[in-house]
């Protein structure tokens, strides 16, 4: 029993991160009808950068930010400058050049920083403490339920309670529309990914700490268990993103804590085909199937 | 005074090969223009081409002698033209008083929502149901309503009387003259259904095949038994 529980919070612990990363593909997906499979790639390229610069500071904070704020950067510069000019009329040619993208950042990555995998430090303990005789929770862990919860939160304001983010849903939803509403559509969009990727820095920020660090491919598994997660929730809407989130963390959570870390990304991609093929709109679909 | 539209040679469609022809018009404040004629004559492009959601090939757009083709979409709330296009718009998947609010959206304060929920109660009742609920006289009210958020002085309404019931189009129109009545709004009003636009209208414009074939005045198009039987087919 003591297992199990252990095994719970370990996988909400993930599931957190997995929901907060799956919420930045639904962000873009929402936005642009893109799943951005540079995502990971992406994450991992500010995440170099914030460590360097926590390095250099020496605060992990002024890196955590960094890393966030570069992530908005980087996310606005792949639509500006490359996301812009892909042909939609095809949704392959996006994925296509989101993966030419990952080809890009994890070279570039490799230049830079080398193949090896680096030390990432955490900015509090990993040691779980006890509560009520088991050991549950770490500090680490209390952290990423507080960050992850607070982006869901920052963005349900932003999304229901602003102009802006009543503009990026109307200008989402009927582009055409919204343009003679008055509400700059291009630069809707240019928000979407900037604020995608920057809630995608922050769940590899949290993250990478917990695997083998930092690595040009660190997030390519986180990657894979997130895109199961945002399928499992319908790609379409948040809420889908943050319970597919959890679910499929405690899922390999279980699954490794049982039969093996080895099976887990095994079973993610399985999961991942078993939801393609029966339920290709997500556990919690209400209407019509998405289209690209 | 000068005209709030006026159009002249105005060429643009879809491809290399034009919808429309050398058409040109004028709007004066407070007027309500009707363009008319049969499915496929270019009523709607003509609207898109003057919002600019078309590029033009040929010709001058000014709105009071401002060249209104230099003016982005997305600015042209701010200029004063709202564009309720055919098939009316509704954000099916925001709410009625999200809908409205985007209307206004622009306008800094933002303007109340009540004057336009006096204008349509229907529409305050279903403030918080999303757009795909609404029936078809609902979301015409509901496009219009968020045009007319935006305080606009030309009205650009693509086919209002589309899938409504006779009683509901009545009303719409009855709305569009009082609007006009009362503040000055000027709109181009682009109806297949010729009875109903022509009871408010100032003006009527017969569009056949991308260009315009007769322009009166639409007292002079309803009486004129010959040239409704040759341009308006009744
Ligand atoms: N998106 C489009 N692409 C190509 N041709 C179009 C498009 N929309 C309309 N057309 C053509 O332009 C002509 C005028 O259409 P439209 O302006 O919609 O007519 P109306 O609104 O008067 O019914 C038609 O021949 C139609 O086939
Ligand atoms: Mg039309």
């Known amino acids: ?292 | 005074m000068s005209a709030l539209l006026e159009v002249e040679g105005l060429t643009a469609g879809y491809g290399a090969a034009p919808v429309l022809h050398d058409v040109s018009l004028t709007v004066q404040p407070g007027e309500i223009v009707a363009v008319l004629g049969a499915n496929g004559a270019g009523k709607s492009t003509l609207l898109r081409a003057l919002s600019g959601l078309l590029p033009i090939q040929k010709g001058r757009i000014s709105l009071e002698d401002r060249d209104l083709t230099k003016i982005k979409v997305e600015h042209l709330v701010r200029h004063g033209i709202a564009h309720v296009p055919e098939g009316r718009g509704v954000v099916t998947e925001l709410t009625v008083e999200e809908n409205l609010r985007l209307g206004g959206l622009w306008r800094k304060p933002q303007p109340s929502l009540e004057p336009i929920y006096e204008l349509f109660p229907r529409l305050a009742e279903r403030r918080t149901n999303e757009g795909h609920q609404l029936s078809g006289g609902e979301r015409q009210m509901l496009a219009i309503g968020r045009a007319l958020a935006a305080q606009p002085r030309l009205l650009l309404l693509d086919e209002p009387s589309l899938g409504l019931a006779p009683k509901v189009t009545a009303q719409i129109m009855a709305l569009l003259r009082d609007l006009r009545d009362r503040t000055g709004l000027a709109v181009l009003l682009v109806e297949q259904n010729v009875r109903s636009a022509l009871s408010v209208a100032d003006q009527g414009i017969v569009l056949s095949l991308g260009r315009i074939v007769t322009r009166h005045d639409a007292a002079t198009l309803v009486d004129d038994a010959e040239l409704r039987h040759a341009y308006l087919g009744f």
Do not use: C
């Open chain 1, 1 to 292: 029993m003591d297992r199990f529980l252990f095994l719970t919070f370990d996988g909400l612990s993930r599931g957190a991160v997995y929901a907060a990363f799956a919420l930045a593909l639904v962000l873009i997906w929402r936005a642009a009808r893109i799943v951005n499979f540079a995502q990971g790639a992406m994450a991992v390229a500010t995440a170099y950068v914030a460590y360097s610069v926590a390095d250099a500071t020496g605060s992990y904070w002024i890196g955590f930010l960094v890393a966030v704020v570069a992530g908005l950067l980087l996310g606005a510069g792949v639509e500006r400058v490359v996301m812009r000019f892909v042909d939609h009329s095809s949704p392959l040619n996006g994925v296509v050049v989101a993966l030419g993208l990952v080809l890009i950042i994890q070279g570039v990555l490799g230049m830079i920083y080398g193949n090896e995998f680096r030390p990432a430090a955490a900015p509090f303990s990993r040691d779980a403490f006890e509560i009520g005789g088991v050991a549950l929770l770490s500090r680490y862990d209390l952290f990423v339920f507080g960050a992850v919860g607070a982006v869901v939160v920052l963005l349900t304001l932003l999304f229901t309670r602003t102009p802006t983010g009543l503009r990026m849903r109307a200008a989402a939803f009927a582009p055409d529309v919204s343009r003679l509403l008055g509400v700059p559509v291009g630069g809707m969009l240019t928000l979407g990914w900037a604020l995608a990727a920057a809630v995608g820095s922050l769940a590899g920020m949290l993250v990478i700490p917990t695997e083998l660090g930092l690595h040009p491919t660190a997030m390519d598994i986180v990657f894979i268990s997130a895109f199961t997660a945002a399928v499992l929730g319908g790609l379409d809407s948040p809420i889908g993103a943050v319970l597919g989130g959890l679910i499929v963390g405690l899922l390999l959570s279980y699954i490794s804590g049982y039969l093996g870390a080895t099976v887990a990304p095994m079973a993610v991609l399985a999961l991942l085909v078993v939801v393609l093929l029966s339920r290709p709109d997500g556990l919690f679909a209400r209407s019509k199937a998405r289209t690209a």
